[in-house]
């Protein structure tokens, strides 16, 4: 079975940064398009970042434009996300996820598989 695991996650103030990582494990050819998505209190799950197969296409949600950065390391399996310029806005659990091609890039129900997810807390 495909495994997500993400890391990275912690506690930073306002204006700092922090890098996720998730590393994809089991049938690869069955996360060609990965991204990240958050949740955070009292908010709908949103999808922040997406990265298309080859990372010719990058999606973004327009609340992150600009501020994070999706990339990916194919012969490791591991997607990164870095968030700066975090605001207390960004709080949230952000969840790595993955799935074959075809869909919404930000649109969850285009995504299988689903990691358990890092915490992210930002103060002011």
């Known amino acids: 079975q495909v495994q997500l695991v993400e890391s990275g996650g912690g506690s930073v103030q306002a204006g700092g940064s922090l890098r996720l990582s998730c590393v994809a494990s089991?049938?690869?050819?069955?996360?060609?398009?990965m991204g990240w998505f958050r949740h955070g209190p009292g908010k709908e799950r949103e999808g922040v970042a997406a990265?298309?197969?080859?990372?010719?296409?990058?999606r973004y949600a327009d609340s992150v434009k600009g501020r994070f950065a999706i990339s990916r390391d194919n012969a490791k399996n591991t997607l990164y996300l870095q968030l700066n310029s975090l605001t207390p806005e960004d709080t949230a659990m952000y969840f790595c996820?993955?799935?074959?091609?075809?869909?919404?890039?930000?649109?969850?129900?285009?995504?299988?598989?689903w990691g358990q997810g890092t915490q992210v807390t930002v103060s002011s």
């Open positions: 990265h298309s197969p080859g990372g010719s296409i990058t």
């Open positions: 089991g049938d690869t050819h069955l996360t060609k398009v």
């Open positions: 996820a993955a799935g074959a091609a075809g869909g919404g890039y930000l649109d969850a129900r285009s995504y299988p598989y």
